[in-house]
């Protein structure tokens, strides 16, 4: 078992930018793609950003232009660079990591919070 282990989250005005950190402790062999998902109070977990091992990147359209989503494989860390936040974006932001096409190891999360 491999543990996902999120970072950056926190308490930022409307406006404001912050960076997510997900790394995990040894290599994965297959990875397919990595990305975020978020869950907000009373709603269903929804994707953020996707990147593949190639650099590949996909965006949920309320993100583009503000998200951006990068990995370090040496590092085995994926990042995910919040800017012009908005309240809508507040939630706990998920790292998944899906490999073999199909598996996935997911992180505990980490809450980012948006004020107005």
């Known amino acids: 078992q491999v543990q996902l282990v999120e970072s950056g989250g926190g308490l930022v005005q409307a406006g404001g930018s912050l960076r997510l950190s997900c790394s995990w402790s040894?290599?994965?062999?297959?990875?397919?793609?990595m990305g975020w998902y978020r869950q907000a109070p009373g709603k269903q977990r929804e994707l953020v950003a996707t990147?593949?091992?190639?650099?590949?990147?996909n965006y949920a359209d309320s993100v583009k232009g503000r998200f951006t989503i990068s990995s370090d494989n040496a590092k085995n860390t994926v990042y995910l660079q919040m800017s012009s936040l908005k309240p809508e974006d507040t939630g706990v932001y998920h790292c998944?990591?899906?490999?073999?096409?199909?598996?996935?190891?997911w992180g505990q999360g980490t809450q980012v919070t948006v004020s107005s």
């Open positions: 998944d990591v899906r490999f073999d096409y199909w598996r996935h190891y």
């Open positions: 040894r290599s994965i062999a297959s990875i397919n793609d």
């Open positions: 990147i593949t091992r190639g650099g590949g990147t």
